[in-house]
């Protein structure tokens, strides 16, 4: 069975550095894009980022010139790094795979961003 787990979430001070890994295990043929959500109170879930095989990537306006995805395939390994963090950032973040035949969702990690 595919799995997904997401680690590195915390609680850290405005301004302060996170790094986020979600590795994916188990059986499939390929990885295609991985990319995080994040899910805040009272908030839609919403892409932060997006990377696709051919190491292009993509960043939601509100963490441009902040976050950094990157992935390494030979770990089966996303990262999220994530700089600069503001209050607005607190929420669960969520991994994504798309794999050859159909996508997976890990379960979460809680960031917290409070002073």
């Known amino acids: 069975q595919v799995q997904l787990v997401e680690s590195g979430g915390d609680l850290v001070q405005p301004g302060g550095s996170l790094r986020l890994s979600c590795t994916v295990s188990?059986?499939?043929?390929?990885?295609?894009?991985m990319g995080w959500y994040r899910q805040a109170p009272g908030k839609q879930r919403e892409l932060v980022a997006r990377?696709?095989?051919?190491?292009?990537?993509h960043y939601t306006d509100s963490v441009k010139g902040r976050f950094t995805i990157s992935r390494d395939n030979n770990k089966n390994t996303v990262y999220l790094q994530m700089n600069s963090l503001k209050p607005e950032d607190t929420a669960v973040y969520l991994c994504?795979?798309?794999?050859?035949?159909?996508?997976?969702w890990g379960q979460g990690t809680q960031v917290t961003v409070s002073s």
């Open positions: 994504n795979a798309d794999l050859v035949v159909k996508g997976y």
């Open positions: 990377i696709f095989n051919n190491f292009t990537t």
């Open positions: 188990g059986t499939f043929f390929g990885i295609l894009t």
